[in-house]
C-alpha cells in the first residue's frame, strides 16, 4: 500500500509559479507510469502531466511549455513545476501512481488558485 501526500498549493498571481510536491510513503522505483490530474470547479477531472516507467513524459496542450514534471526516486517524490501561471489553471491537483502491479495509488488533493 503506498499512500500519496500531496503539498505545495496555493493563491498565486497570473504569471506566478508554484511547485507541486507528492511524496510517497513507498518507493515509486518501477512504477508503470506517475502523474498529475487536476480538477477544477464544474469541470471533469484532467490529465496534466505523466511520466512514464521509461522516463518518457506526456503534456496536456494546455500546460506544454509551462508545467515540467519531475521525480527523485531516492526521496520517493514526484513534482509538477508550474510556470507563467494562469486563471484557468485554478483547480485541486491530485497525484497518482499506477504501481507496477497495476494498483492505482491518488493524494488528496492541493488546492492551486490563480487570482489577481
Known amino acids: 500500500q503506498v499512500q500519496l501526500v500531496e503539498s505545495g498549493g496555493g493563491l498565486v498571481q497570473p504569471g506566478g509559479s508554484l511547485r507541486l510536491s507528492c511524496a510517497a510513503s513507498?518507493?515509486?522505483?518501477?512504477?508503470?507510469?506517475m502523474g498529475w490530474y487536476r480538477r477544477a470547479p464544474g469541470k471533469e477531472r484532467e490529465l496534466v502531466a505523466r511520466?512514464?516507467?521509461?522516463?518518457?513524459?506526456y503534456y496536456v496542450d494546455s500546460v506544454k511549455g509551462r508545467f515540467t514534471i519531475s521525480r527523485e526516486n531516492a526521496k520517493n517524490s514526484l513534482y509538477l513545476q508550474m510556470n507563467s501561471l494562469k486563471p484557468e489553471d485554478t483547480a485541486v491537483y491530485y497525484c497518482?501512481?499506477?504501481?507496477?502491479?497495476?494498483?492505482?495509488?491518488w493524494g488528496q488533493g492541493t488546492q492551486v488558485t490563480v487570482s489577481s
Open positions: 511520466m512514464f516507467k521509461v522516463g518518457s513524459t
Open positions: 513507498g518507493s515509486i522505483f518501477g512504477a508503470n507510469y
Open positions: 497518482h501512481i499506477q504501481s507496477n502491479f497495476g494498483q492505482d495509488y
